[in-house]
């Protein structure tokens, strides 16, 4: 049974990475959730892919909320054009509040704060905190490295191996938005 996805928190690179084909795949994203009615969730910057990927949702007529840290808004981050945008002290409360208002969750190519955000999440669901589908949008092969690392946590018995089926991982948009909605919980322990 397919699940209603209404908000994604997206977490994403506050840079745009190398050539254009991460602000192309951020584009492609936000307009498939702009055209979808479902609501971006994210840090709130006008910077990077995030701004790339907020400009696509709005432009495609989709609303996007954006929670940004006191003080990057008080750098000037805060992007201009959001639909609704909260301000709040650290980026733990920020994250906090980006679980909450999604529904699901999607990581962009991005440094490391995207992989913490991700992993977080990804962790949650394991435990079983949250029941949210996370996926990872996996442009030109950004996420494959990250992938054999996991698979080498199942080959050392750090990780049981169906829970490398408990995200979603693919390249192209409308799909992992699809398989986000198609997406059933893993309910095998994490304990081996």
């Known amino acids: 049974m397919a699940r209603t996805i209404r908000s994604i928190a997206v977490f994403c690179g506050s840079n745009t990475?190398?050539?254009?084909?991460?602000t192309d795949a951020a584009h492609k994203l936000g307009t498939a959730m702009g055209r979808?009615?479902?609501?971006?969730?994210?840090?709130g910057t006008h910077k990077g892919l995030m701004g790339v990927l907020a400009d696509a949702v709005l432009a495609a007529?989709?609303?996007?909320?954006?929670?940004i840290t006191e003080r990057l808004a008080g750098l000037g981050h805060l992007h201009?054009?959001?639909?609704?945008?909260?301000?709040?002290g650290t980026m733990r409360a920020r994250k906090l509040r980006m679980a909450e208002e999604a529904e699901a969750f999607i990581a962009l190519p991005?440094?490391?704060?995207?992989?913490?955000?991700?992993?977080?999440?990804?962790?949650?669901?394991?435990?079983?905190?949250?029941?949210?589908?996370?996926?990872l949008f996996d442009v030109a092969g950004y996420y494959q490295p990250f992938m054999g690392f996991i698979d080498h946590m199942i080959a050392?018995?750090?990780?049981?191996?169906?829970?490398?089926?408990s995200?979603?991982?693919?390249?192209?948009?409308?799909?992992?938005?699809?398989?986000?909605?198609?997406?059933e919980r893993v309910n095998v322990p994490k304990w081996m």
């Open 17 to 22: 990475g190398a050539g254009t084909t991460y």
């Open 36 to 43: 979808a009615g479902v609501t971006l969730v994210y840090g």
């Open 61 to 67: 007529g989709g609303e996007a909320h954006g929670i």
């Open 80 to 88: 201009p054009s959001l639909t609704r945008h909260e301000i709040v």
């Open 110 to 135: 991005g440094g490391i704060g995207t992989l913490e955000e991700f992993m977080e999440i990804w962790t949650l669901n394991q435990l079983g905190e949250i029941d949210k589908p996370a996926g």
């Open 156 to 165: 050392e018995k750090f990780l049981p191996a169906a829970h490398r089926g």
């Open 167 to 183: 995200i979603v991982v693919d390249s192209d948009a409308q799909s992992l938005l699809d398989g986000l909605s198609r997406f």
